[in-house]
């Protein structure tokens, strides 16, 4: 069973940096692209970054150059280090993967931008 745990979320002041960690387990992790995405209540969720298992990797306008994903084949997981956080970054932010013609979500971790 496919498994994809996310940590990290916290509240933070503008300008602070957070890293969240993505734990993934019933999967070959390497062979796999990831996904971050986010959502605030009543909106859709939104792409934030991709990691391919190439480790090649695409942002959202609205975070490029400020976040940064990244992945560890060894532990299978998968990270977003985000860096001058604004207040438009307050959302839950998910981890997902599509596996076996399947898409896969964790549960998700909060992230809280206010002074």
């Known amino acids: 069973q496919v498994r994809l745990v996310e940590s990290g979320g916290a509240s933070a002041q503008p300008g602070e940096s957070l890293r969240l960690s993505c734990k993934t387990s019933g999967m070959n992790f390497r062979l796999f692209s990831l996904d971050w995405y986010r959502q605030t209540p009543g909106k859709e969720r939104e792409f934030v970054a991709t990691?391919?298992?190439?480790?090649?990797?695409t942002y959202a306008d609205s975070v490029k150059g400020r976040f940064t994903v990244s992945r560890d084949n060894v532990r299978n997981t998968m990270y977003l280090q985000m860096n001058v956080l604004e207040p438009g970054d307050t959302a839950r932010y998910y981890c997902?993967?599509?596996?076996?013609?399947?898409?896969?979500w964790g549960q998700g971790t909060q992230v809280t931008v206010s002074s």
């Open positions: 990691i391919t298992d190439g480790h090649s990797t």
């Open positions: 997902g993967v599509n596996y076996r013609s399947r898409r896969y």
